[in-house]
């Protein structure tokens, strides 16, 4: 997760009727990424730059501060509170507490904080119900339940707390970006281009900046490339990782769902969604010791109360792999639901998960 | 050396970013491979164009729509997918896209038209699944943006949320069978194809997709 400076102003964070806030803020905005390349507008009042090649460049994270502080104050007049985490959820609450999070240190300062601070209130009193106080106690239930329990979105901010995912939802307004180019008057071809992509063409260079322009709107994790591991056949391991992280420094955002033979799944989920399998009487079916079934699989039933028909299944093919944890023992099975689809379902410890879609 | 050094002046990059190749009229349509090239006009899609697949939920809609951009990837055009939460990226190997060249924006969230928007002015071929039924407005503005660039752009809908607009050119899945032997074998899909003026009447076609290898072949 990219080390990021965080930068709130308070008094650009209510937007006034007379336009005025937006166009200090997009002066400042160029103002800071004058000084540090990819800052991006994040909201009204917080702004967001990666902190590495600036640190770099500047001799320092301290130096960077300083100049980031001068330029605040010189061009709004109001001093900011400034903060340094990884990712952007720990970035801002690193700057509304005024703190710099050393590298290594973003687990432990993301779990200490307050439930509420992932910005539900269902879940803050629900949390309060389960005497959950804090992000790393929520981070550390199971997925599955959280999945039971709550929507997607709670999911999402569960990946945030778990520090699977950088920043919340509604954390950043999408718009503003486009209404900060329409108040600059053109479409800003803007920013630093760093060569990620070996030789390059025109074609890679605007492909880049497109890219690049994308970021700067959803933020720094927005896009990604997929990074082939160990080879470039279909049978080798592909993940997803944001666009300009450096070579090596791999983070599975979508883990992959081991070496079964082609055709494989158009959709894999990146976090498989939990369902249970049931044979013809009702009961669920279990992977013995031995690698078979207990009985074969009559219809699935979703999280959802939504039971679908199961007319053909192959396998299980068991897998010894490195999944969400580690070295745990699970088996693949490939089914077709009444109505056509064909799914790709994971059985571990007696329990069952989508992790593809034959779409 | 020394005249290729005269007449190739370093182009500073701010520069070269804003060119464009020459676009001669064979270089006006993107290649398609097989089986896809004699299904349509020219065989190959119009840059500017909007080419709209549709398709029942986990009916091959969205391999179909990879498989559209395989073979320009293949020969070294850039290609966004826009709103596709967990691309199967081994899939899209096996469909032969080269990865090398693909920009993922999978959570565009709220702004998946602007994401796509944004990527169309730097790559060749963008795949979109917005979240439901596109608004029209959205639509328009992206047909509109698809022209100004010379991009295609390959919208995914469902029956129940179709793409508002009429599409230059239209696959929809009407039928999907997997063909099984000891696991999942290949998938036979019977696609119309239809769209406006030059795409001609509508007419039905058959095609494997997936294969055993993870392509698309005639049946």
Redesign the interface.
């Known amino acids: 997760m990219e080390r990021l400076l965080a930068v709130w102003v308070e008094s650009l964070s209510d937007e006034a009727s007379d336009g005025s806030t937006l166009r200090a803020t997009l002066e400042l905005l160029d103002a800071l990424d004058a000084l540090c390349p990819f800052t991006e507008a994040v909201r009204l009042g917080l702004f967001a730059l990666p902190l590495r090649g600036p640190s770099r460049f500047f001799g320092g994270d301290d130096a960077v501060l300083g100049r980031v502080r001068r330029c605040v104050l010189e061009i709004v007049g109001v001093e900011p509170d400034l903060g340094v985490a990884e990712g952007l959820f720990s970035a801002e609450l690193a700057a509304h507490q005024r703190v710099v999070v050393p590298v290594g240190r973003g687990d432990a300062f993301r779990r200490v904080q307050p439930l509420a601070a992932l910005g539900r209130r269902d879940l803050a009193t629900t949390g309060e119900r389960l005497g959950l106080r804090t992000v790393g106690a929520f981070a550390d239930l199971d997925p599955a339940r959280v999945a039971e329990r709550f929507d997607r979105r709670v999911l999402d901010a569960h990946r945030v707390a778990r520090g699977e995912l950088a920043e919340l939802?509604g954390q950043?307004d999408?718009?503003l970006?486009?209404r900060l180019a329409a108040l600059r008057g053109v479409?800003g071809?803007s920013g630093e281009?760093r060569g990620f992509?070996g030789q390059r063409s025109?074609?890679?260079?605007?492909?880049?900046?497109?890219?690049h322009?994308?970021r700067r709107?959803?933020g720094a994790e927005?896009?990604?490339?997929?990074r082939?591991r160990g080879g470039r056949g279909?049978e080798d391991?592909?993940?997803?990782v944001p666009?300009g992280a450096p070579e090596g420094d791999v983070a599975d955002?979508?883990p992959?769902p081991g070496r079964l033979?082609?055709?494989?799944?158009?959709?894999?989920?990146?976090r498989p969604v939990p369902l249970q399998v049931r044979d013809e009487g009702d009961r669920p079916v279990v992977l013995g010791a031995r690698g078979t079934l207990s009985a074969p699989p009559a219809s699935v039933v979703f999280a959802t109360p939504l039971r679908r028909e199961v007319v053909?299944h192959?396998?299980p093919w068991p897998l010894v792999e490195r999944w969400w944890s580690r070295r745990r023992r699970r088996a693949h099975l490939?089914i077709?639901?009444a109505?056509?689809?064909?799914?790709l379902v994971a059985t571990e410890a007696g329990r069952w998960w989508l992790v593809?879609?034959?779409? | 050396m020394f005249a290729s050094d005269l007449f190739r002046p370093p182009i500073p990059k701010e520069l070269r970013a804003t060119l464009r190749p020459v676009a001669l009229a064979s270089t006006r349509l993107l290649p398609l491979g097989e089986p896809w090239r004699h299904w349509v006009p020219g065989g190959g899609l119009r840059r500017g164009s909007t080419v709209v697949v549709e398709a029942p939920a986990g009916r091959g809609g969205l391999s179909l729509a990879l498989a559209l951009v395989a073979e320009s990837s293949a020969q070294g055009h850039w290609a966004g997918v826009v709103g596709v939460d967990d691309p199967g990226v081994v899939a899209m190997l096996e469909l032969g896209l080269d990865l090398r060249r693909v920009l993922f924006v999978p959570r565009p969230r709220g702004a998946w038209a602007e994401s796509t928007a944004d990527l169309l002015d730097g790559v060749d071929l963008v795949v979109v699944r917005p979240p439901g039924r596109a608004a029209h407005g959205a639509a328009r503005r992206l047909v509109d943006r698809v022209r100004e660039s010379g991009a295609v752009l390959i919208a995914l809908s469902e029956p129940r949320t179709p793409w508002p607009l009429p599409a230059d050119l239209l696959f929809s899945v009407v039928d999907a069978r997997w063909a099984t032997t000891s696991r999942l074998d290949a998938r036979r899909l019977t696609v119309r194809v239809g769209g406006r003026g030059a795409a001609g009447p509508v007419r039905e076609y058959l095609v494997v997709l997936p294969n055993r290898d993870g392509r698309a072949e005639a049946p």
């Open positions: 939802e950043r999408p718009r970006e486009t479409v071809v281009q992509f025109a074609g890679d260079d605007r492909a880049e900046i497109a890219a322009r994308v709107r959803l927005a896009v990604c490339v997929a082939l279909p391991r592909a993940t997803l666009w955002v979508a992959w033979v082609a055709p494989s799944p158009a959709t894999t989920l990146a053909w192959a396998g490939q077709v639901l109505g056509g689809e064909a799914l593809g879609i034959y779409d």
